[in-house]
């Protein structure tokens, strides 16, 4: 499991979580939604171990990834941050296989890496530098580096967490769908997946559960259909929401922006 047990933190005088408790299961997409500011990426943060708690504590497969060595932190979990630093002087083959231990057999290691790439459909851009892509490219390009590092962590016997904040942000409709069924296929391989979602109707088309923030906390956490319901989402985000399902259709989130109503969460 990867879980984090009653963690709360404060970044600048702030408190951005506040007893949170959340677990990620090997096989399953959790997606993590809420309002700016809700917390999101801090917990991302603090279950990747790139974040330490102030009170509470995080486990990666039982262990507190605070224990675990850079490498070994790496060989369990990949991460897609928001803002993937530039590396604007790599090409792409190289930065996606920046975090593939050197130790796994460079055959191997350049399968993987073809194999990430076609998943974002990035091939013939191989050879090019990350700073002559577009800012779709090079969000993508990121995405592939992280498929890379889990499926380089499987390899090795370790891989098991993807941990993905915003991964369809910049993106068109078409390269949003290769990138959830990237994470789904991560999943269906055995990996959790946590996603940072801001579009609710993706989230629902992706997740086998909903985890929904405001203020640093958990107000909600179960399947779609639970947790994406009007009354719940309208409070969270202080907009009027409205949820439909087509017959044998996806269910769909609209705002309805002509509207306006204060949300009712908070942390104290």
Not at 66 to 89: D, I, K, N, W, Y
Not at 127 to 140: F, T, V
Request: aromatic letters at 2%; glycine letters at 12%.
């Amino acid at each position: 499991m990867l879980e984090a047990r009653g963690i709360s933190r404060r970044l600048g005088g702030a408190e951005v979580l506040c007893d949170v408790d959340l677990a990620v299961a090997p096989g399953e997409v959790l997606a993590l939604a809420g309002p700016n500011g809700a917390g999101k990426s801090s917990l991302l943060a603090c279950l990747s171990g790139a974040l330490r708690p102030d009170a509470g504590c995080v486990r990666i497969d039982g262990v507190d990834p605070a224990t675990l060595s850079a490498s070994a932190l790496a060989r369990r979990r990949a991460v897609l941050e928001q803002t993937p630093a530039m590396a604007a002087g790599f090409p792409l083959e190289v930065l996606v296989g920046i975090a593939i231990p050197a130790d796994l057999p460079p055959v191997q290691a350049a399968r993987l890496v073809a194999e990430s790439i076609a998943a974002m459909g990035l091939t013939r851009h191989r050879g090019r530098p990350i700073g002559q892509l577009s800012g779709g490219e090079r969000h993508r390009a990121h995405m592939a580096r992280a498929l890379a590092q889990l499926a380089a962590g499987r390899c090795l016997g370790s891989g098991r967490w993807l941990l993905l904040d915003e991964p369809t942000a910049s993106l068109d409709p078409a390269h949003q769908g290769a990138v959830l069924r990237a994470a789904r296929a991560a999943a269906h391989d055995g990996a959790g997946v946590l996603a940072v979602l801001h579009d609710l109707t993706l989230a629902a088309a992706l997740a086998d559960r909903v985890a929904l923030m405001r203020l640093g906390r958990i107000v909600a956490a179960g399947p779609p259909d639970e947790v994406l319901a009007p009354d719940l989402l309208t409070r969270v985000y202080g907009l009027p929401m409205q949820v439909m399902r087509p017959r044998g259709g996806p269910l769909t989130v609209v705002p309805r922006y002509h509207e306006t109503q204060e949300g009712e969460f908070g942390c104290s």
